[in-house]
């Protein structure tokens, strides 16, 4: 049987550019050790930070380095590269596999020119990847799904960025209708990147012109006392749960540098809830995706308050980081996947999502 030909896709021009690096090493490596070596040749495909498409040799070395290129000097002796795929090597790759974390790369965006191209692709579509992506939009099909969330508004960069009399007006709603303490966060960007916690007028004030600069669009959270709790799904339209997981840190929240950051945040795998408390859990997980219709790869994170038994959906991420030590492969190794059959999986649901389309 021949080897299929796994087109890893990653970099991208969002902010986690060096995240999805990462994750791409992960998945390629899984694609390429025991029984998927004889299944899978990857073909490394690096997308640069300014849109830029690398085949061939160049793609290969940043992915077995790990550092981003750099973006050369615009020359104006030479032609502006093109930020579309090459036809001809593009015609190569049997299957797509989009490794490219924020917009530009979960938003539906490279999963439209995938869909144009009419290629196999591994993940959400369309759809799934913008509405996973847009924490407003989000949080709308939740609510039409009957998920329990914590109490939000939608605000709009126009009305951060108004006139004197509109922006006092919409501080004043926001304090009433939320109270402190509440996030404010950019509702397109992923891995808590212009998030922040915000106690006083003052400190609303500074992270609604903050997040504006990041995004047109706007979400302001109620700010909650709870544990926060993960679950991985994984498949299409019979969709299944992992074990839950349970995130602790000693930062004010889970921001962008405890995140990443070695050491500055523990995973409880399984976390220690009841058995009902897991199971309701994992049974929200699978109505979120289905929400959105994500497709193969997910993972829906969700606040317990323990002192009331409420769950409460906080978002879903149609693609999550990926690196070995992530939560999501993670959470699946400790409900008996390996990480070598969870990305084998994922290509098979790939091809099977490819194949629903048509009918």
Same mark, same amino acid.
């Given at each position: 049987?021949? $080897?299929?030909?796994?087109?890893?896709?990653f970099g #991208?021009?969002?902010?986690?550019h060096e995240?999805a690096?990462s994750?791409?090493?992960?998945?390629?490596?899984?694609? *390429? @050790?025991g029984?998927?070596?004889?299944k899978?040749h990857?073909?490394?495909?690096y997308i640069?930070k300014? #849109?830029?498409? $690398?085949?061939?040799? &160049?793609?290969?070395a940043?992915? %077995?380095?790990? $550092?981003?290129?750099?973006?050369?000097e615009p020359? !104006?002796?030479?032609q /502006?590269?093109?930020?579309?795929?090459?036809p001809?090597?593009?015609?190569?790759?049997d299957?797509?596999?989009?490794?490219?974390?924020?917009?530009?790369?979960?938003?539906?965006?490279?999963?439209?020119?995938?869909?144009?191209m009419?290629?196999?692709?591994?993940g959400?579509?369309?759809?799934?990847?913008?509405?996973?992506?847009d924490?407003?939009?989000?949080?709308?099909?939740? *609510? =039409?799904?009957g998920?329990? =969330?914590?109490?939000y508004?939608?605000?709009?960069?126009?009305e951060?960025?108004?006139?004197?009399?509109?922006?006092?007006?919409?501080? !004043?709603?926001?304090?009433?209708?939320?109270?402190?303490?509440?996030?404010?966060?950019p509702?397109?960007?992923?891995?808590?990147?212009? &998030?922040?916690?915000?106690?006083?007028?003052?400190?609303?004030?500074a992270a609604?012109?903050s997040a504006?600069?990041?995004?047109?669009?706007?979400?302001?959270?109620? #700010?909650?006392?709870a544990?926060?709790v993960e679950?991985?799904?994984?498949?299409?339209?019979?969709?299944?749960?992992?074990?839950?997981?349970?995130?602790?840190?000693n930062?004010?929240f889970?921001?962008?540098?405890t995140?990443?950051?070695?050491? =500055?945040?523990?995973l /409880?795998?399984?976390?220690?809830?009841?058995? /009902?408390v897991? %199971?309701?859990i %994992?049974d929200?997980?699978?109505?979120?995706? $289905?929400?959105?219709?994500?497709?193969?790869?997910?993972?829906v994170?969700?606040?317990?308050?323990?002192?009331?038994g409420?769950i409460?959906?906080?978002?879903?991420?149609t693609?999550?980081?990926?690196?070995a030590?992530?939560?999501?492969?993670?959470?699946? @190794?400790a *409900?008996?996947?390996?990480?070598?059959?969870?990305v084998?999986?994922?290509v098979?649901? #790939?091809?099977?999502?490819?194949?629903? %389309?048509?009918d």
């Amino acid at each position: 049987m021949a $080897q299929q030909r796994v087109g890893v896709l990653f970099g #991208g021009c969002s902010g986690e550019h060096e995240v999805a690096i990462s994750s791409a090493q992960a998945i390629a490596k899984g694609l *390429t @050790q025991g029984a998927n070596a004889e299944k899978y040749h990857v073909v490394p495909v690096y997308i640069r930070k300014d #849109g830029v498409w $690398q085949f061939g040799e &160049i793609a290969a070395a940043v992915l %077995r380095s790990g $550092q981003p290129l750099d973006v050369p000097e615009p020359d !104006d002796a030479t032609q /502006t590269p093109s930020k579309l795929p090459d036809p001809e090597q593009a015609a190569q790759i049997d299957i797509w596999f989009p490794v490219l974390h924020g917009p530009n790369g979960e938003d539906g965006t490279i999963q439209g020119l995938l869909t144009l191209m009419q290629v196999p692709f591994v993940g959400s579509g369309v759809l799934g990847s913008a509405l996973g992506m847009d924490k407003i939009a989000m949080k709308i099909a939740f *609510t =039409q799904a009957g998920l329990p =969330q914590v109490k939000y508004l939608p605000v709009t960069r126009a009305e951060v960025w108004s006139n004197p009399c509109i922006f006092p007006k919409l501080c !004043d709603r926001i304090e009433a209708e939320l109270g402190f303490p509440c996030f404010v966060k950019p509702a397109n960007l992923g891995s808590s990147v212009g &998030i922040a916690k915000v106690r006083s007028r003052s400190e609303l004030e500074a992270a609604l012109d903050s997040a504006a600069s990041y995004d047109r669009r706007i979400i302001v959270e109620a #700010g909650v006392v709870a544990r926060e709790v993960e679950c991985a799904v994984l498949g299409n339209d019979v969709p299944k749960a992992s074990v839950v997981g349970e995130i602790s840190f000693n930062s004010d929240f889970y921001d962008y540098e405890t995140k990443y950051t070695a050491g =500055q945040a523990d995973l /409880t795998i399984p976390a220690n809830l009841p058995e /009902t408390v897991s %199971r309701q859990i %994992r049974d929200r997980a699978i109505e979120a995706f $289905q929400a959105v219709d994500a497709a193969g790869i997910s993972r829906v994170d969700f606040f317990y308050v323990e002192a009331t038994g409420e769950i409460l959906i906080n978002e879903i991420n149609t693609l999550p980081g990926f690196t070995a030590t992530s939560m999501y492969p993670t959470l699946w @190794q400790a *409900t008996g996947l390996s990480f070598e059959n969870l990305v084998d999986q994922l290509v098979q649901f #790939g091809w099977e999502r490819t194949a629903s %389309r048509k009918d």
